[in-house]
């Protein structure tokens, strides 16, 4: 049987299509969705990172702010940057680019930024949100997924999705929103005893454990869909994701490659929550 490759480029332009006659509205109606980026430290990936958002925010008319800080800025700086942001009227949403240098503590930056302005879904009030229900900024890798598998036209409702790892980031917010569409969720981690078989049990399996190509066609039930999340580098240089994407097609029903499955996803839904929060700023219906 022959895979059907999901690809998250094509989704991710449909999503930023809908963002953009969205963002018109709402001009039309004197509300400019904000977003600040801030930037601490020279690290090169995130650098890349913040470039990105701020060409997706230039192609959609969202206005932004990218806050750059020396990597000896102080945490008491930094949080006051984000106690200015937080009450700015011109910014929707704030999102610290991770890591941060050693010095800082992280969670009490992310525990600064204003839940309402959280377009990264870390607040622990965004989490409990996402836990009960009740609605919230979803953190973005984790809503891409969610996207993925629906408009590559699979139903959630009913179906086992069983999710290989367990970090805040990916693996437990996933599992939250599988759950939330229905599913059935089994969570497996570097405990799991009988995890091949668990995997084997899925009708969707995502995988979020940063180790390249350690899941392969053995682990993956025949037509499930499978949600690679992973992206690590090989020695020679090249992009590889946590399944093993030769081993696996013509096994899985459908499968993301790496990259441009998951990847593209991840800063549409950052544009994506951004719109969300101005139209909640403004009072607008979601």
């Not at 953009?20 to 020279?42: C, D, F, I, T």
């Amino acid at each position: 049987m022959s895979s059907l490759i999901i690809d998250g480029k094509q989704i991710s332009a449909e999503i930023r299509n809908e963002l953009l006659q969205e963002v018109a509205s709402l001009k039309e109606q004197n509300v400019v969705p904000g977003l600040a980026v801030v930037l601490v430290g020279e690290d090169p990936a995130s650098k890349v990172y913040v470039g990105s958002k701020e060409k997706a925010c230039q192609q959609l008319g969202i206005y932004s702010e990218v806050h750059k800080l020396a990597a000896d800025t102080t945490e008491e700086e930094l949080l006051a940057l984000i106690g200015k942001l937080n009450s700015q009227a011109s910014i929707n949403g704030i999102l610290v680019q991770l890591p941060l240098p050693g010095h800082i503590n992280e969670k009490a930056v992310i525990d600064a930024i204003s839940v309402e302005k959280d377009v990264d879904g870390f607040h622990p009030q965004s989490v409990g949100n996402l836990s009960i229900g009740d609605d919230s900024l979803l953190p973005c890798t984790p809503a891409g997924v969610i996207e993925l598998i629906k408009r590559s036209g699979t139903s959630i409702s009913g179906k086992h999705a069983v999710v290989i790892g367990r970090s805040n980031i990916v693996g437990k917010p996933v599992a939250m929103l599988l759950l939330r569409e229905h599913a059935t969720v089994t969570i497996c981690h570097s405990r799991t005893a009988n995890m091949e078989e668990l995997a084997r049990s899925a009708d969707i399996l995502v995988v979020a454990i940063g180790k390249a190509k350690a899941i392969g066609k053995s682990y993956v039930k025949p037509g499930a869909v499978v949600i690679d999340v992973g992206i690590n580098r090989l020695p020679d240089g090249k992009l590889a994701g946590d399944v093993d994407y030769e081993d696996c097609l013509g096994t899985a029903g459908a499968i993301t490659p790496v990259p441009g499955g998951v990847g593209p996803m991840t800063i549409t839904m950052l544009m994506k929550n951004t719109v969300k929060a101005a139209k909640r700023a403004h009072g607008i219906e979601v």
